[in-house]
Structures are given as structure tokens and as C-alpha cells.
């Protein structure tokens, strides 16, 4: 029987713990976010994220907002790094 790791981030697969524990460090992490609703607005039009190196990128809602009985999610359109 041969034990796989797995990294919890992308789903990539080692074949030992140590290398995998390694590839999950080197992910950036979110920190927070921070949902800007413009007009009082039911979904935000873009979210700011902080990562844990430090930087922070802004996502913008780009297409329509569908329910979960649709089956499908807003799409993103662009990421501007600040």
C-alpha cells in the first residue's frame, strides 16, 4: 500500500510529507477581505484581498450573479495588484 500527501491548496500529490508540507508553505495565503457594495447593493461589485506576502489585489465582479439552483458562478474578469 502506497501512502500519497496531498497539498490542501491545489490538490497536487507527493509521494512524501516533507516535500508536501514544503509545497503547501511556498502558497501565498489570504489574510482578509474586504467587499466593496456600491449603492447599498445586494453583491459586491469587487473584493480587495491581503496576502500574507504582503501584497493586495482587487477583484472585480465581471458578468451576471446567478442562484445555486443555476448551478453556476459569476465569473471574474480582471485582478489589479496594488
Not at 35 to 51: A, G, H, L, M, T
Not at 55 to 63: M, V
Amino acid at each position: 500500500m502506497q501512502t500519497i500527501y496531498r497539498c490542501e491548496n491545489c490538490g497536487k500529490e507527493f509521494d512524501d510529507w516533507q516535500t508536501c508540507l514544503s509545497h503547501e508553505k511556498a502558497h501565498i495565503q489570504i489574510e482578509s477581505t474586504k467587499p466593496y457594495f456600491p449603492n447599498d447593493e445586494q453583491y459586491p461589485s469587487s473584493i480587495e484581498v491581503k496576502f500574507s506576502n504582503g501584497s493586495t489585489g482587487t477583484y472585480f465582479l465581471d458578468g451576471n450573479i446567478t442562484t445555486e439552483e443555476e448551478n453556476s458562478s459569476p465569473d471574474v474578469a480582471s485582478i489589479q495588484e496594488s
